[in-house]
């Protein structure tokens, strides 16, 4: 796929960045095609086995091409862990799944320390034993089943891609990716995300029922033999590569002040110098984690759709997965059924797109 020079037309020709060839050289047009054409063919292998669920597919590439995080809520039954499963398959990337449940330790995900004996001197030895955070692609199954503090045990991983036990730090492995699958109907049992958790997953991802059409699909081939052979098109090498192609993706001023400006008026103002309904229904808004996102998102989902150049149509497209999480709403909200997905519309409505005449 040709990669697109000129910008798309929603972006003011004022607010290009001072270098709109930032990626003009032959290995980084060369990578930007590969990352291209990988996408498409991560997509094919995955239709060997997942019907459906498109938009979680793009947003779960995304996610990799910008080397964030991902919370994927959903109802049982609805594919969470398959479709993660499958993408590591895709990309032969090792995977570890880990059962979240109200009595896992924080030491049953990091590892610990355990005695071994020397067998050639018979002396013994304190000696690491890893634990499942230490691969590619980590599932934390049904995360809001274990308490805070065995929860927290991921934090430093998906920030700094270490951790730290008895004092000592290891870093694991590039790339390394978190995806948790969290089932929003059950709440005996469970424990709330902490607000510094849920601010570290770059997307928030809904998975919803598919259509009859799909629905009746996947009955009659899961009913079947199904046995696929996965072609590896791309390499945890080639994602750690377009992570950093992604960087190098200029962004208009007015684009990077948008995407500030969703933040910062997702918060609550005590001089009031915020929309009504965010004063009346938001009790915190959005970090500057949020903006981050909503640049590399955009960057990424520009250059999938062959693009040199982020537009204000790509902040909009993942204004909800970004912010939907990080928006906690207080009591009025919640008495009054004001779901996080309506504020966001409310936020996109109230939070105005830069025009050539500014």
């Known amino acids: 796929m040709a990669f697109k020079e000129e910008q798309d037309v929603d972006v003011i020709d004022t607010a290009v960045a001072e270098d709109p060839t930032a990626l003009d050289t032959p290995d980084d047009i060369d990578l930007a095609d590969r990352?291209?054409?990988?996408r498409e063919q991560i997509i094919t292998e995955l239709r060997k086995l997942i019907i459906g669920q498109q938009e979680v597919i793009d947003q779960m590439l995304l996610s990799l091409f910008v080397g964030g995080n991902s919370l994927i809520v959903g109802v049982p039954g609805l594919a969470k862990t398959l479709i993660i499963h499958t993408v590591a398959q895709v990309?032969?990337?090792?995977?570890s799944r880990i059962q979240f449940t109200p009595d896992l330790m924080p030491s049953d995900i990091t590892g610990t320390d355990i005695i071994q004996e020397d067998p050639k001197t018979g002396r013994r030895q304190m000696v690491f034993a890893p634990g499942p955070i230490f691969a590619n692609i980590v599932l934390a199954d049904e995360i809001n089943r274990t308490p805070p503090k065995t929860q927290s045990a991921l934090l430093e991983a998906m920030q700094e891609h270490r951790v730290t036990v008895q004092g000592e730090t290891y870093t694991l492995e590039e790339p390394f990716y978190v995806f948790a699958t969290q089932?929003?109907?059950?709440?005996?049992?469970?424990?709330?995300?902490?607000?510094?958790?849920?601010?570290?997953?770059?997307?928030?991802?809904?998975?919803?029922?598919?259509?009859?059409?799909?629905?009746?699909?996947?009955?009659?081939?899961?009913?079947?033999?199904?046995?696929?052979?996965?072609?590896?098109?791309?390499?945890?090498?080639?994602?750690?590569?377009?992570?950093?192609?992604?960087?190098k993706v200029p962004v208009p001023d007015a684009v990077l002040r948008y995407s500030v400006s969703l933040a910062r008026t997702s918060r609550p103002d005590p001089n009031g110098d915020c929309p009504d309904f965010i004063k009346k229904w938001v009790a915190f808004g959005a970090s500057v984690r949020a903006a981050q996102y909503l640049i590399l998102g955009g960057k990424a989902r520009a250059l999938t759709q062959g693009r040199y150049?982020?537009?204000?149509?790509?902040?909009?497209?993942?204004?909800?997965?970004?912010?939907?999480?990080?928006i906690l709403t207080n009591f009025h909200a919640e008495s009054e059924g004001v779901s996080t997905g309506t504020l966001v519309d409310l936020l996109l409505e109230a939070v105005p797109v830069p025009t050539s005449g500014m």
Do not use: C, K, W
């Open 309 to 326: 150049n982020v537009s204000f149509d790509d902040i909009r497209a993942l204004a909800h997965p970004v912010l939907r999480h990080r």
């Open 35 to 38: 990352m291209v054409a990988g």
């Open 91 to 95: 990309l032969d990337l090792n995977f």
């Open 183 to 247: 089932n929003p109907i059950e709440l005996e049992g469970t424990y709330p995300l902490p607000e510094a958790q849920l601010d570290r997953f770059m997307f928030e991802i809904i998975i919803d029922h598919l259509s009859e059409a799909e629905e009746l699909e996947v009955v009659r081939t899961t009913t079947g033999i199904q046995n696929p052979e996965f072609s590896h098109a791309v390499t945890g090498a080639d994602l750690v590569a377009f992570q950093q192609l992604v960087r």
